[in-house]
């Protein structure tokens, strides 16, 4: 039984199928997995849960927390603050707990260099054309935020290369599947 977690960041753009992947992940009832929840200051999209989802909070608490040094690392993404929570990563670390941050690029890059075990997973979508489509019958976004989001997107394709994993979702069943192989290769590792 390991006395450290394993960190992972999964990272990959908007729209490119993320919280779908994961929420069916978490379906399987993984052992030891435990998925980080961020505190943002962007308003709760239709189905999102205060604290389960995210931690919805205001840009004032949101910088209360960073001062108090409540914050693993911050962003800003869009026009919006997201953060990762410290205690709760700290807590499953030592608990011995596979943990995974679901969080941007710089972020990510953020991680890796405090915790240089962290394993970098990328998800990607099968185009970039597919991705727009997707944003946009995602529907919760306006032309303008798609449009902004497609910028980021093209940015962060770009990063790729810096993840020891790569999942192209073109098929659910299948991404899911591939990041089952990754986790339990790693918890393997022990
Ligand atoms: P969304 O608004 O689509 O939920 O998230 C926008 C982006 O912010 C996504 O790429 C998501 O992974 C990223 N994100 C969510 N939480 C965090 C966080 O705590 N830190 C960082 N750096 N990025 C985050």
């Known amino acids: 039984m390991a006395d450290k977690g394993t960190l992972i960041v999964f990272s990959g753009p908007s729209g490119a199928g993320k ?31 205060d604290g389960i ?13 960073v001062d108090n040094n409540g914050m693993v690392e911050y962003t800003k993404y869009g026009l919006n603050y997201y953060g990762t929570p410290k205690a709760p990563v ?11 941050l679901k969080i941007e ?35 919760s976004e306006n032309d303008e935020d798609v449009q902004r ?11 790729k290369d810096n993840y ?6 073109d098929e659910l069943e299948q991404a899911v599947n591939d990041l089952c192989d990754i986790v339990k290769a790693l918890q393997n590792n022990f």
């Open 19 to 49: 919280d779908t992947v994961l929420e069916e992940f978490f379906k399987r009832k993984p052992q030891g997995v435990w998925k980080s929840i961020s505190n943002t200051t962007r308003a709760p999209r239709d189905g999102e849960t």
């Open 53 to 65: 989802d995210y931690n919805f909070i205001t840009v004032d608490d949101f910088f209360n927390v």
């Open 90 to 100: 700290d807590e499953h670390l030592a608990n011995g707990d596979t943990i995974i």
């Open 105 to 139: 690029v710089e972020g990510a890059g953020n991680i890796k260099k405090l915790y240089p075990d962290a394993v970098g997973v990328f998800i990607m979508p099968p185009s970039l054309e597919v991705l727009e489509n997707r944003l946009r019958r995602r529907g």
């Open 149 to 159: 989001r497609m910028n980021i997107a093209r940015n962060e394709l770009t990063f």
């Open 164 to 169: 020891e994993y790569h999942i192209v979702n």
